[in-house]
């Protein structure tokens, strides 16, 4: 049901277009106005932003993309989770209440100090003008993209003083080198290793080494850049990473292909995984 609602949700403002709003004030908010550029920045919010996330993108009724909602409301909890739309007599939509708290995640996924750096602008943009890689496809070829300048635009006139995120930790290489691609190659319970599914291709983090025992430096580096996609540093519980291979029962994701590596958060492994991730575990010394 919840499925077919969001079809319907999908159909309904599909013909939703950009709509127009206030233009981005030339010099940065002060202060004093900051009462006043909520109202307008959430109007802008209301009226282009969150139709997008229900635009239809090709899939399901063809080849292509689901739009927004098919995945970030009931088939995620990660940093981008929407609120179930509501049908009221006009259609399936989301009330005054359910955008506001659809304000509050999204503007957690903006940096307005350097927009573009968003990940709400990096995330659906393609790789190959700057976008970070998207599980659920590229919406944006280039930057030049109509609805890529739109949410630029908002980001714009969000006050820094507000909509700026904290500095990430950094994650530790030689850690992720040395204990990190060693649970790859050991597979708990008997089950499949994490190499058997994440070797190669966009969620290939786990790469087998060339010669079968030991990564180079490069077979090690690919690895590592490829796992920051799925990490949110300094934060494990919102880290698909982390939360792919753990159970539901334990907290983890509800939607895994493969196995689950973790009964829950109280696993030494995923504890230590888990510090990597905040920052806290750094060079090769593997215990738990």
Request: proline share 8%; charged share 20%.
């Amino acid at each position: 049901m919840a499925c077919c609602a969001l079809v319907i949700a999908v159909g309904v403002f599909g013909a939703l277009g950009l709509t127009s709003g206030p233009e981005a004030p030339a010099a940065p908010v002060a202060a004093e106005v900051l009462e006043d550029a909520m109202p307008r920045d959430f109007d802008f919010y209301r009226r282009n932003i969150e139709p997008m996330f229900v635009r239809p993108r090709g899939y399901p009724d063809q080849d292509g993309n689901g739009a927004c909602v098919m995945c970030h409301t009931w088939q995620t909890s990660l940093r981008f989770a929407l609120e179930d739309m509501t049908e009221t007599p006009e259609g399936w939509g989301w009330t005054p209440g359910q955008s506001t708290l659809n304000y509050d995640v999204v503007t957690k996924l903006v940096n307005a100090s350097d927009p573009t750096s968003s990940r709400l602008l990096t995330k659906p943009l393609a790789t190959q003008a700057g976008g970070v890689g998207h599980t659920g496809g590229d919406y944006w070829e280039s930057t030049s993209d109509p609805e890529y300048q739109v949410v630029l635009e908002w980001i714009e006139m969000l006050p820094a003083a507000q909509f700026t995120p904290p500095p990430e930790p950094p994650l530790d290489f030689e850690f992720y080198s040395t204990c990190v691609q060693r649970m790859y190659q050991n597979p708990k319970y008997g089950q499949l290793s994490c190499q058997e599914c994440h070797a190669g291709g966009f969620t290939g983090f786990a790469p087998r080494a060339a010669n079968g025992t030991a990564w180079t430096e490069q077979e090690a580096r690919r690895g590592f850049e490829a796992i920051q996609r799925l990490i949110l540093a300094g934060n494990p519980v919102q880290s698909r990473w982390l939360l792919k291979p753990l159970h539901p029962d334990g907290g983890g994701s509800y939607t895994h292909n493969g196995v689950r590596r973790w009964q829950s958060r109280d696993d030494p492994e995923w504890l230590m995984m888990a510090a990597w991730v905040r920052g806290e575990r750094t060079g090769s010394d593997c215990t738990m």
